[in-house]
């Protein structure tokens, strides 16, 4: 479970990177290709072509996170899709992607306050 601060983005890209890529060919990537701050504190989501791996790039104001999941079985078969390079998704978004849903299926609570 991953713990998203709420002044956090979390970005997803669309398109599939090369996973052979690490850590911080990502961040070149947030910076020139995406035109994004990575040192920010957001969390940027990345899959791999075949749809069964991705990566979440996170800094933590001690240095980068990398986390990596792969499936057992299966496809991440509901990756939005669009025009844009990156899109937003909430915190509850994320967690439901991370577990193979469709995140732009939830209907999400309105905040309390």
């Not at 001690?62 to 899109?87: A, E, V």
Request: hydrophobic share 40%.
């Amino acid at each position: 479970m991953l713990a998203v601060s709420p002044y956090a983005k979390i970005l997803l890209a669309i398109e599939p990177v090369d996973f052979r890529k690490g850590m911080d060919a990502l961040v070149r990537l947030c910076q020139h290709q995406f035109r994004q701050a990575p040192f920010e504190g957001h969390f940027f989501i990345f899959r791999n072509r075949r749809k069964t791996d991705i990566k979440v790039l996170h800094y933590d104001r001690q240095g980068f996170c990398l986390f990596h999941k792969r499936l057992s079985t299966g496809r991440f078969n509901h990756w939005p899709t669009g025009q844009m390079p990156l899109i937003n998704l909430s915190e509850a978004e994320l967690h439901v992607l991370l577990a193979n849903g469709n995140p732009l299926a939830i209907e999400e609570q309105a905040p309390w306050r």
